[in-house]
Every structure is written in C-alpha cells, then in structure tokens.
C-alpha cells in the first residue's frame, strides 16, 4: 500500500511539473516591457537564489568540493549552461512575439533530435520503427516550411538546443537540483553584469516598472525551480517511462494555449506538418512502450529460470551449476531496465532529458 502511495504521489508531482512547464507562456507576456535578454538575466540571477534556498533546506552540499575538483564535469556544467542559455532565452523571446505555437514544436520534435544526436553522435543503432518516425518527422519539418514559408527555426534551434543540453546532462549525471545551481552558477556573473549595466544606463525596467513588475521578475527564479523540484520528487518514485508519456503534457499545452488563448493562425499546411510531427511521436510511443513490456517479460523469464536452476541443476564437483559470464546480479542475463534506459536504441525514453522550459 506505501509502494502505492508513493507511486500515486510520483505520479501527481510529475503531472504538476508537466502542466507547470505547459502553463508557463501565461507568466512571460506579464513581464512586459522587459527584453527578453532582461528576462532571461533575472531569470538566471534569482534561480541560483531559489536552488541556494532548496540547498539549504535539503543540506546538500558535499557535491560542491567535488564539482569543483573535477575540470571536465565543470566544462560540462559550462556547455549546458551555454546551451540552456540560448534554450531559455529563445524561448522567452518567442511566446513574447507571438510565436507560441512554433516554440511549442520545438519540444514536440525534440526527442525526434535526440534520437538523430544518439545516431550521428554516439553511433547508436535504430529499430526499424524509430527509423520510420524520424523520416516522418523530417517530412514534418518539410511541410512547415513550406507553410511558414521558411525553415521553423524557432522550433530546430529550441529542439537541438535542448537536445545538446540533455546530452551534457547525461554525460555530467548531477542531480537536477545540484545541475541547476551549478548551471546558475556559472551564469550569475554575466547575468547580474548584464542587470548593472541596464541600471547604470537607465535601461532596466526591474524598478521603472513599479513594486508589482520588480516582484514579477523576481519571481521568475520561483517559475524556473519549483517545476524543477516537482519533477525530482517525481523521478524518484514513479519509473522513468512513466515521466516519458507526462513529458508530452507541456508541449500540448503549450500548443493549446497558442491556438486557443493567443489565438496564433493555424493554416491547414500547418495542421499537417504538425499531423506527421504527432504521428511521429506516436510511433515512438507505441515502440518504446512494446519494448519496455518485452524487456519486462524478459527480465520475469530469466528470473523465473535463474530462481529454478539450482533446484533442478546437477552439482558438480565444486557445487552447484555455475552462471554464464554475463549474468546480472540476481542470476539472469543482463539487460537494461526499462526505467534506466535512454531514448535511442533498443531502450525506452530517458524524460530526465526532456524538461521543458
């Protein structure tokens, strides 16, 4: 029943984090006349303030001391905190320009980029299924240039910004609280530079606009860590397929919120660009879902022979019959669990990857 509870509990933080993260192109426009580097600048000097706060709380710092020893993981910390960058602000900048819809395709085709990064990069092999959703999301990104008489870029930068930033992420294998410190870390000095400067030459807008816009701005630190908090309390008690459906929830959102609250024009090219791009992400689904029940099945079956074996195996001289030299731990062959698997290749999705801004 507490496995239950704790299940259910994962679930309902997951869905908030999700729904937080579709919902969030309510708060940007609020924060008008602020620029969206502006924005993005507060954004990075009151996070790191909110993740101190939760540090605090939770008493982890023993990270810090390590981070700091080792060079490579702190140029990682820096490529993600470059490519969040440019991911954050892109963002800001669209859904304040009235480009809602198309930033919502970014991260609609973004487990599509991170499955073509895993080819390209890592040399990862495709299921034949995963192969045909990528050719149907490249005809996708075919049919919306076409409709948007140009290549959506918003949508490519947002998808492969973010996609780089996953990959980092996975090669770095922080936590997500601890990441985001350090990502904010690395950015508050810029950040805070920047804010100086605009105060200096008359340019900010964090006190022009009066105590309700300065606290607005403030808050944007509370927006970008409390989705962040809810998914960590998700990620811990509910399997990471689970989190991979619930990662669709913000781009449907946000696309909701683009056609029917700002009401951005959806031509019958664009219907179907985004038709191929859901079909795409259907198969992917349907896939991932097929082999995590089949690696379930897997892992049951060699359980079941393992637990078997020294019941029904002959003993030998040194004992009883010995494991083939590539079996797990609990005596089956090794093979990935569902929950700890990446988003290419034989495994299911990694939504650890997918957090949306």
């Given amino acids: 029943m507490e496995g239950k509870n704790e299940q259910r509990a994962g679930l309902l933080y997951g869905i908030g984090a999700y729904v937080m993260w579709g919902l969030v192109p309510l708060f940007w426009p609020l924060l008008k ?3 969206a580097i502006e924005i993005l600048a507060h954004r ?16 982890r710092w023993a990270w810090i001391g390590e981070l700091v020893r080792d060079r490579r993981k702190l140029a990682l910390i820096s490529v993600a905190a470059a490519t969040i960058t440019v991911n954050w602000g892109l963002y800001i900048w669209a859904v304040n320009n009235g480009q809602v819809v198309e930033a919502s395709l970014g991260y609609f085709i973004n487990p599509l980029v991170t499955i073509a990064m895993g080819v390209l990069l890592l040399g ?3 299921r034949p299924v995963q192969w045909v959703a990528v050719a149907t999301g490249l005809a996708a990104v075919l049919v919306l240039a076409i409709g948007y008489g140009r290549p959506p870029w918003i949508s490519l930068v947002l998808a492969f910004s973010f996609a780089t930033y996953g990959l980092v992420k996975k090669k770095v294998n922080m936590g997500g609280l ?3 410190a350090a990502e904010t870390a690395v950015l508050f000095v810029p950040a805070l530079g920047f804010l100086l400067w605009l105060a200096a030459t008359g340019k900010s807008t964090f006190t022009a606009g009066g105590t309700g816009h300065g606290f607005l701005l403030a808050a944007t630190g509370i927006v ?19 989190l991979g459906l619930l990662q669709y929830l913000a781009p449907i959102f946000q696309f909701g919120l683009g056609v029917v609250y ?6 019958p090219e664009r219907w179907a660009g985004f038709a191929l791009v859901w079909l795409a992400l259907s198969l992917l689904t349907w896939d991932a879902l097929r082999t ?26 040194e004992g009883a019959a010995t494991l083939p030299s590539d079996a797990g731990p609990l005596g089956g062959t090794t093979t990935p669990a569902p929950e700890a698997a ?16």
């Fill in 342 to 357: 990446t988003t290419t290749g034989t495994e299911a999705p990694n939504p650890a990857q997918q957090k949306i801004t």
């Fill in 224 to 242: 970008t860590a409390i989705p962040l908090i809810c998914f960590g309390a998700a990620a811990v008690r509910v399997p990471l397929s689970t």
């Fill in 44 to 59: 990075m000097v009151w996070s790191l303030g909110v993740v101190t706060i939760a540090l605090l709380a939770v008493r």
């Fill in 178 to 180: 601890e990441s985001l």
């Fill in 124 to 126: 990862e092999r495709l």
């Fill in 33 to 35: 006349p602020s620029g």
């Fill in 262 to 267: 700002f009401k951005e024009s959806m031509p």
């Fill in 292 to 317: 995590a029940r089949r690696n379930r099945a897997l892992a049951v079956k060699l359980l079941a022979t393992a637990a078997a074996a020294p019941a029904t195996a002959t003993p030998t001289p």
